[in-house]
C-alpha cells in the first residue's frame, strides 16, 4: 500500500473535481469459483484500491464532499474468521493506514445512503461491472436491478478518469515492478519457444513467473503459433520450425498495477526471409510511434502513423499497392491491421475499460470512427505528461478476412491478392510496449526486453543458464 497521505490527497481532489454530493464505491467481495467456500483469488476494484488502498473482500468507502468526510464501511473478523485465517487488523485500524477516522459496521452502509437521499444529497457511483455489486447497488438504492448500470454517474467516470490517467512517481515505480515480471516472462517465453514444445508448456511457465514474482497475470496469457487470432487462449499445439508464436501477456504487481507486453519469435530461433521482412514492419511501425508520441499528439494519430508505416512496408514486399495515403483513407490496412494501436495502462490493464471506453479514450472533440477495425482503437485522445499507454501494432493474416474481402473484391486496387494466397499459413506477428508520456515525449517502461531480430536471435540462442544469471533462479 502507499502511504496514507496518497489516498488522502486523492479523495481531496476528487471532492473537488465532484464539487457536491456523496460518491460511493463499491469494493469487491470473494466470488465463488465452484462454490462458496472455494473461490477465485481475490481482486479488488481498481476504483477502491486507487482511493481507498484495502486490498480486503468486504469494504466499501464513501466520500462525502458535502462535509468533506470520507468513511470506511466494513465488519471486524469473528472467532471463526480467526481460526481460518489467522489474526486480522481491525476495521478501525485498516482505516487509519489509508488516512480515514470514520468507520462503521458494514451493515450501517443502507441506513447512511438513505439517509443521504432523504436529504437531497446526490448518491454517485460508478458502472459496476459485478452481478454481486449490481445486486447491492439496487437494494441501496431502491432500483430495479436492470436499471442500476443508466444510473451510473457520469459526473464522477469524469472525475475518476482525470485523476487516474496521470500516473504519479509511486505509480510508476509499481508499474516497473509489473515490468520486471514481463520481461522474465518474455524472456524465458522466448527461450522455451523451441521445435516440439507445446504451447501450454510455455503458457504454464510464464504464469507461474507472474505469480512467484507477486502476480497474478493482468490478463489470460494469449500465446499461440496461431497469432492471427488475437486473443488466443487455446494452447495446444505443438511448435514446428518455419512458425511465428505470439506471446501477449502481463502481470500484476501485489499491489495491482499492470504491465502488457507482446513479442513475437520464430519457433527454433531464426527468422526466416519471409518472417523477417513482415517483421521488420511491425517493428517500424511500433518504434515510429516511440519516436513521435508525446503531450499534445492524438494518439489516433499515432495510430494512423503505424498504419501508414505498415501500408508502406507491405507495398514494399508486394502484398499491397497503389497509393498510401488513399489506401490508408479507403481503410485497406485494416485487412492486416484489425485492431487498435493501443489502450491506457494502470491498475488495470486495459486502465478504467469498466468506466467506458469512450470516457477513457476519447472526448468531446475526438469521436470514435465507425471504420472496421479503426473501431477498436481504444484510445484516440491527445496524450498527457504521465499517460502510460500500449504501443502495440501488428500485421495479421486471417484466411478468414481474406477470403471474404477478395470475394467481396474489397480494396482490390491496394490489396495483391494473388501473392497474399501464399500467406494464409504465416499466421501472425504483434510486437508490444508500455510507454509513459514525458514533457517532450515518451519513455518505455521497463528494462527492454528483446526486441530487433538480432536481439531475438541472440536471446533465443543463449543456454537456459542465462535465466539463472539473470537472476531467476
Ligand atoms: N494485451 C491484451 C489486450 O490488450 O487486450
Same mark, same amino acid.
Given at each position: 500500500m502507499f502511504h496514507k497521505s496518497v489516498y488522502t490527497s486523492r479523495r481531496a481532489q476528487l471532492k473537488k473535481e465532484l464539487g457536491s454530493g456523496i460518491a460511493l464505491f463499491l469494493g469487491n467481495v470473494d466470488a465463488a469459483f465452484?462454490?462458496?467456500?472455494?473461490?477465485?483469488?481475490f481482486r479488488q476494484d481498481s476504483n477502491f484500491l486507487y482511493y481507498f488502498g484495502l486490498d480486503h473482500a468486504g469494504f466499501s468507502g464513501v466520500v462525502d464532499v458535502d462535509n468533506d468526510t470520507d468513511y470506511l464501511f466494513g465488519n471486524d473478523v469473528d472467532m471463526d474468521d480467526i481460526i481460518w485465517m489467522g489474526p486480522q487488523p481491525l476495521v478501525s485500524e485498516l482505516a487509519a493506514e489509508v488516512g480515514i477516522s470514520k468507520t462503521a459496521p458494514y451493515g450501517d452502509l443502507t441506513s447512511f445512503v438513505s439517509k443521504a437521499v432523504k436529504s437531497g444529497q446526490k448518491v454517485h457511483f460508478l458502472p459496476p461491472y459485478r452481478g454481486e455489486t449490481i445486486i447491492e447497488l439496487a437494494a441501496l438504492l431502491n432500483l430495479p436491478v436492470q436499471e442500476v448500470k443508466a444510473h451510473a454517474s457520469t459526473d464522477l467516470i469524469k472525475a475518476v478518469v482525470k485523476q487516474r490517467e496521470i500516473k504519479d512517481e509511486h505509480e510508476i515505480a509499481e508499474i516497473e515492478k509489473a515490468m520486471f515480471t514481463a520481461y522474465m516472462m518474455h524472456t524465458t517465453s522466448m527461450k522455451m519457444a523451441? +521445435?516440439?514444445?507445446?504451447e501450454q508448456d510455455i503458457a504454464g511457465t510464464i504464469e507461474g513467473i507472474a505469480i512467484a514474482l507477486g502476480?497474478?497475470?493482468?490478463?489470460p496469457v494469449i500465446l499461440s503459433?496461431?497469432?492471427?487470432?488475437?486473443?488466443?487462449?487455446?494452447?495446444h499445439n505443438i511448435l514446428k520450425e518455419g512458425r511465428m508464436m505470439v506471446t501477449d501477456a502481463g502481470a500484476e504487481t501485489a499491489m495491482h498495477y499492470a504491465s502488457d507486453i507482446t513479442r513475437t519469435v520464430p519457433v527454433g530461433g531464426k527468422f526466416n526471409t519471409r518472417q523477417a521482412e513482415i517483421y521488420q514492419i511491425v517493428l517500424d511501425a511500433n518504434m515510429e510511434v516511440i519516436k513521435a508520441?508525446? +503531450?499534445?499528439?492524438?494518439y489516433r494519430d499515432m495510430h494512423f502513423l503505424a498504419s501508414r508505416v505498415i501500408i508502406d512496408g507491405l507495398k514494399q514486399v508486394g502484398l499491397m499497392k497503389g497509393d498510401t495515403d488513399a489506401a490508408l483513407e479507403a481503410g485497406a490496412h485494416t485487412l492486416f491491421l +484489425?485492431?487498435?494501436?493501443g489502450h491506457m495502462m494502470g491498475l488495470?490493464?486495459?486502465?478504467?475499460?469498466?468506466?467506458?471506453e469512450d470516457f477513457v479514450g476519447y472526448n468531446e472533440s475526438i469521436k470514435r470512427s465507425d471504420q472496421f477495425g479503426t473501431a477498436y482503437l481504444r484510445m484516440a485522445k491527445a496524450l498527457k505528461t504521465g499517460h502510460v499507454v500500449t504501443d502495440e501494432p501488428g500485421i495479421y493474416f486471417i484466411p478468414a478476412l481474406i477470403d471474404q474481402f477478395k470475394a467481396e473484391g474489397k480494396f482490390k486496387d491496394f490489396v495483391n491478392y494473388e501473392k497474399l494466397e501464399t500467406y494464409k499459413d504465416f499466421g501472425g506477428i504483434r510486437i508490444e510496449d508500455d510507454i509513459l508520456i514525458t514533457d517532450h515525449g515518451c519513455t518505455v517502461l521497463g528494462k527492454p526486453i528483446p526486441k530487433t531480430i538480432s536481439e531475438v536471435e541472440k536471446t533465443m540462442a543463449e543456454p537456459r543458464e542465462w535465466i539463472k544469471r539473470e537472476g531467476f533462479i
Amino acid at each position: 500500500m502507499f502511504h496514507k497521505s496518497v489516498y488522502t490527497s486523492r479523495r481531496a481532489q476528487l471532492k473537488k473535481e465532484l464539487g457536491s454530493g456523496i460518491a460511493l464505491f463499491l469494493g469487491n467481495v470473494d466470488a465463488a469459483f465452484n462454490y462458496g467456500a472455494n473461490t477465485y483469488s481475490f481482486r479488488q476494484d481498481s476504483n477502491f484500491l486507487y482511493y481507498f488502498g484495502l486490498d480486503h473482500a468486504g469494504f466499501s468507502g464513501v466520500v462525502d464532499v458535502d462535509n468533506d468526510t470520507d468513511y470506511l464501511f466494513g465488519n471486524d473478523v469473528d472467532m471463526d474468521d480467526i481460526i481460518w485465517m489467522g489474526p486480522q487488523p481491525l476495521v478501525s485500524e485498516l482505516a487509519a493506514e489509508v488516512g480515514i477516522s470514520k468507520t462503521a459496521p458494514y451493515g450501517d452502509l443502507t441506513s447512511f445512503v438513505s439517509k443521504a437521499v432523504k436529504s437531497g444529497q446526490k448518491v454517485h457511483f460508478l458502472p459496476p461491472y459485478r452481478g454481486e455489486t449490481i445486486i447491492e447497488l439496487a437494494a441501496l438504492l431502491n432500483l430495479p436491478v436492470q436499471e442500476v448500470k443508466a444510473h451510473a454517474s457520469t459526473d464522477l467516470i469524469k472525475a475518476v478518469v482525470k485523476q487516474r490517467e496521470i500516473k504519479d512517481e509511486h505509480e510508476i515505480a509499481e508499474i516497473e515492478k509489473a515490468m520486471f515480471t514481463a520481461y522474465m516472462m518474455h524472456t524465458t517465453s522466448m527461450k522455451m519457444a523451441q +521445435p516440439g514444445m507445446v504451447e501450454q508448456d510455455i503458457a504454464g511457465t510464464i504464469e507461474g513467473i507472474a505469480i512467484a514474482l507477486g502476480g497474478p497475470v493482468s490478463f489470460p496469457v494469449i500465446l499461440s503459433v496461431d497469432g492471427q487470432t488475437l486473443h488466443n487462449h487455446n494452447h495446444h499445439n505443438i511448435l514446428k520450425e518455419g512458425r511465428m508464436m505470439v506471446t501477449d501477456a502481463g502481470a500484476e504487481t501485489a499491489m495491482h498495477y499492470a504491465s502488457d507486453i507482446t513479442r513475437t519469435v520464430p519457433v527454433g530461433g531464426k527468422f526466416n526471409t519471409r518472417q523477417a521482412e513482415i517483421y521488420q514492419i511491425v517493428l517500424d511501425a511500433n518504434m515510429e510511434v516511440i519516436k513521435a508520441s508525446k +503531450p499534445g499528439v492524438l494518439y489516433r494519430d499515432m495510430h494512423f502513423l503505424a498504419s501508414r508505416v505498415i501500408i508502406d512496408g507491405l507495398k514494399q514486399v508486394g502484398l499491397m499497392k497503389g497509393d498510401t495515403d488513399a489506401a490508408l483513407e479507403a481503410g485497406a490496412h485494416t485487412l492486416f491491421l +484489425p485492431h487498435g494501436l493501443g489502450h491506457m495502462m494502470g491498475l488495470d490493464v486495459h486502465d478504467m475499460e469498466g468506466l467506458g471506453e469512450d470516457f477513457v479514450g476519447y472526448n468531446e472533440s475526438i469521436k470514435r470512427s465507425d471504420q472496421f477495425g479503426t473501431a477498436y482503437l481504444r484510445m484516440a485522445k491527445a496524450l498527457k505528461t504521465g499517460h502510460v499507454v500500449t504501443d502495440e501494432p501488428g500485421i495479421y493474416f486471417i484466411p478468414a478476412l481474406i477470403d471474404q474481402f477478395k470475394a467481396e473484391g474489397k480494396f482490390k486496387d491496394f490489396v495483391n491478392y494473388e501473392k497474399l494466397e501464399t500467406y494464409k499459413d504465416f499466421g501472425g506477428i504483434r510486437i508490444e510496449d508500455d510507454i509513459l508520456i514525458t514533457d517532450h515525449g515518451c519513455t518505455v517502461l521497463g528494462k527492454p526486453i528483446p526486441k530487433t531480430i538480432s536481439e531475438v536471435e541472440k536471446t533465443m540462442a543463449e543456454p537456459r543458464e542465462w535465466i539463472k544469471r539473470e537472476g531467476f533462479i
